[in-house]
Each structure stands twice: as C-alpha cells, then as structure tokens.
C-alpha cells in the first residue's frame, strides 16, 4: 500500500509538472537528449592585463596541443564508437573502449622498446665481433713480430 501511495505520488508529481509546462504556453520544450549542452561561462580576466592574459594564452597552449595531440584523437574516437553503439549506459562504454585503448597503446609501447632492446643487442654483438676481430688481428701482428 505504501509503494502504491509513492508511486502515485510520483506519477501526480510528473502529471503536475506536465501541466504546469502546458500553463506556462509552451514555454519549455522538450528536451533533446542528443541536443549540445550550451557553453559552461567563460572565467572573467577583468582584473588582468593584456600582457598577462597574453602570457596565460602562451603558457596554456603547451597543455592543448598536448591533449589535442595525446587524448582528443582517441576520446574521439571513443565517442564516434559510443554514438554508432548506443550503449544503455554510454560513460561506462566509453571509459570501457579508453581502457582497452590505453592497454593498446602500453602494448605497441612495450612492442617498440623490445625492437629498440633488440637493435641495441645487435649492434652490440656486432661491435663485439668487430674487437674480437681487431684482438686477433693485433695479435696476429704481435705473433708475426716475434
């Protein structure tokens, strides 16, 4: 009975809240769930000079070409999945797909240090091979001396 009464009193709420839009004339749309969200207010710079705010433009610009170099490419990719997808539950999808990309990336990271490790043995090897053979050759020379 008490489940009823609250869920009664939700459905009441919805249907005056409904009914409250219907007064106002139309006044709130409804909302679109893809619609772009309107842009967070910028911070106001009023208290600075333009000699600061053109140091903060140069000192920020590192950060942004780093994300647009390091982040932006895979998030949107992450986000072009989750729009195609449509997942139930998209931020768990999205952050499921930047997991398994950055395991992705750790991969070719470790796949590329062990070339690197593997350049640097050959080379090794072959600079050993090349004093063996300066040894031999020095002491051949010594030998024939004698």
Not at 74 to 91: C, Q
């Amino acid at each position: 009975a008490n489940a009823d009464a609250e869920v009664e009193a939700v459905e009441s709420g919805a249907a005056t809240e409904g009914t409250q839009a219907a007064e106002k004339g139309g006044e709130e749309e409804e909302k679109d769930e893809f619609a772009i969200p309107e842009a967070p207010p910028q911070p106001k710079f009023d208290d600075i000079t333009d000699e600061e705010y053109s140091e903060l433009e140069k000192r920020s610009q590192i950060f942004r070409d780093y994300l647009m170099q390091n982040v932006m490419p895979t998030l949107t990719h992450g986000m072009l999945e989750v729009i195609k997808s449509k997942p139930k539950d998209p931020i768990d999808f999205l952050s499921n797909y930047l997991i398994e990309q950055g395991k992705l990336v750790e991969r070719r990271a470790e796949a590329a240090a062990f070339l690197q490790f593997q350049g640097m043995l050959a080379k090794l090897k072959a600079y050993n091979e090349n004093e063996a053979r300066a040894a031999k050759a020095g002491a051949d020379e010594f030998s024939d001396e004698d």
